[in-house]
């Protein structure tokens, strides 16, 4: 089964590595850009073929890993 | 207009990224994961209505900006 995983930055928080892309697309001579936010993507291959087991395996591994819950979101899409 | 855009990157192309998080998965005890790739994942606010001419606009900035195409894939999608 396959894991999408969505790591997002929260609504307040800072987020340097997108305001570096909106001014760098300003520069680029992009018009009508507003705000820009970046975050991780993953994908992970996992051999739990159950759905229900696998989205519980892969939130504890974005709690205990992959997002920093502080300051980030997580979304889980499973596929397959 | 929502843009979000998935960059990855292609297959065959190495992931020292993705192979640390499978690796560090591995360390806390996680079994059963396979391949992990890891990718960027940036919503940008685009002042631009029209779907057509937001989404050529976007592939423009992925081009020249956002995604290094000789090494990552690129995917938009539109919202509202």
């Known amino acids: 089964m396959?894991?999408?995983?969505?790591?997002?930055?929260?609504?307040?928080?800072?987020?340097?590595q997108g305001k570096a892309v909106q001014h760098a697309l300003a520069a680029l001579?992009?018009?009508?850009?507003g705000d820009v936010r970046q975050g991780?993507?993953?994908?992970?291959?996992?051999?739990e073929a159950d759905p229900a087991k696998a989205k519980a395996q892969v939130e504890e591994m974005c709690r205990k890993l992959?997002?920093?819950t502080v300051i980030e979101n997580y979304a889980i899409d499973l596929e397959g």
């Open 2 to 16: 396959k894991a999408k995983v969505h790591v997002t930055l929260k609504q307040g928080v800072l987020d340097p």
């Open 29 to 33: 001579g992009f018009t009508g850009v």
């Open 66 to 68: 992959l997002a920093n």
């Open 40 to 47: 991780k993507f993953i994908e992970l291959d996992i051999a």
